[in-house]
């Protein structure tokens, strides 16, 4: 149920500083009843700006909506200089992750700015009993956020960089070898869920990032097909299970 509603900024704060972008946490307080399923997103009006910017939910309180992006245009890099005022955002968009196929022990794979999602969705899991793991993916130890949040909940962590600068050098694709797993839960750039794609052993389902017009289905500007046929991302997604997804070559 898509909804819009007015936030109060609570706090607006840099995570990391990478030369590659900033990533910030930013808290609102508001309504949040639309907001049903970890993994759903919402889209940010920002002033003198045509289209919104969609960004996952990272947690969720009673009044309370926390979200991370990573500065990577004019948008987020107006977005990150307000640090007090009010916020018109579109709730409760996108399917979400579905945790009744998890099975006990699913592993939570996030890439880059790919790993916020994965907060709430670890929170929820542990709130059904269930005792996920997570694998976290960066490229240098500068860009590295996240970590100490899941393990603040009691999950364990693999880290991975590709420059070796912290945790296992590499892919999250190879933490995922290592592993012990019945399913897997993923978000990130689509050349990492191509990869733990073909490397998962198990079912899962795959968040993914898309550039959107409308975000809440109306234009089509983000479709890509599947065995049963196109699906938009911002409504039909974000996330898809693993079986249903066609990597065009």
Same mark, same amino acid.
């Given at each position: 149920?898509?909804?819009?509603?007015?936030?109060?900024?609570?706090?607006?704060?840099?995570?990391?500083?990478?030369?590659?972008?900033?990533?910030?946490?930013?808290?609102?307080? =508001?309504?949040?009843?639309?907001?049903?399923?970890?993994?759903?997103?919402?889209? !940010?009006?920002?002033?003198?700006?045509?289209?919104?910017?969609?960004?996952?939910?990272?947690?969720?309180?009673?009044?309370?909506?926390?979200?991370?992006?990573?500065?990577?245009?004019?948008?987020?890099?107006?977005?990150?200089?307000?640090?007090?005022?009010?916020?018109?955002?579109?709730?409760?968009?996108?399917?979400?992750?579905?945790?009744?196929?998890?099975?006990?022990?699913?592993?939570?794979?996030?890439?880059?700015?790919? !790993?916020?999602?994965?907060?709430?969705?670890?929170?929820?899991?542990?709130?059904? =009993?269930?005792?996920?793991?997570?694998?976290? =993916?960066?490229?240098?130890?500068?860009?590295?956020?996240?970590?100490?949040?899941?393990?603040?909940?009691?999950?364990?962590?693999?880290?991975?960089?590709?420059?070796?600068?912290?945790?296992?050098?590499?892919?999250?694709?190879?933490?995922?070898?290592?592993?012990?797993?019945?399913?897997?839960?993923?978000?990130?750039?689509?050349?990492?869920?191509?990869?733990?794609?073909?490397?998962? !052993?198990?079912?899962?389902?795959?968040?993914?990032?898309?550039?959107? =017009?409308?975000?809440?289905?109306?234009?089509?500007?983000?479709?890509?097909?599947?065995?049963?046929?196109?699906?938009?991302?911002?409504?039909?997604?974000?996330?898809?299970?693993?079986?249903?997804?066609?990597?065009?070559?």
């Amino acid at each position: 149920m898509m909804k819009q509603s007015f936030f109060e900024i609570v706090s607006n704060e840099p995570l990391t500083f990478a030369p590659s972008g900033q990533v910030f946490r930013l808290v609102l307080r =508001g309504d949040v009843s639309a907001i049903t399923r970890p993994g759903q997103f919402v889209n !940010v009006k920002l002033d003198g700006l045509f289209l919104r910017r969609p960004i996952s939910v990272n947690d969720l309180g009673d009044h309370t909506l926390t979200l991370i992006y990573k500065v990577v245009g004019k948008g987020t890099k107006q977005l990150s200089a307000m640090k007090s005022g009010v916020l018109d955002l579109l709730t409760g968009l996108g399917n979400g992750y579905d945790t009744a196929l998890s099975g006990e022990n699913p592993v939570l794979i996030g890439g880059g700015v790919g !790993v916020p999602p994965l907060f709430l969705l670890a929170k929820t899991l542990l709130s059904e =009993g269930k005792k996920p793991s997570v694998i976290l =993916g960066f490229n240098k130890k500068e860009e590295i956020f996240g970590e100490a949040d899941f393990l603040s909940l009691g999950i364990p962590v693999k880290v991975t960089t590709v420059d070796g600068s912290y945790g296992i050098r590499g892919f999250v694709t190879d933490a995922l070898k290592e592993t012990d797993y019945g399913y897997f839960y993923a978000c990130g750039p689509e050349p990492m869920l191509r990869a733990v794609w073909k490397s998962a !052993v198990t079912s899962g389902q795959m968040s993914f990032e898309e550039r959107m =017009g409308c975000g809440f289905g109306a234009c089509m500007g983000c479709s890509c097909k599947t065995l049963t046929g196109n699906k938009r991302i911002c409504r039909d997604g974000p996330v898809m299970k693993k079986e249903e997804i066609l990597w065009e070559d």
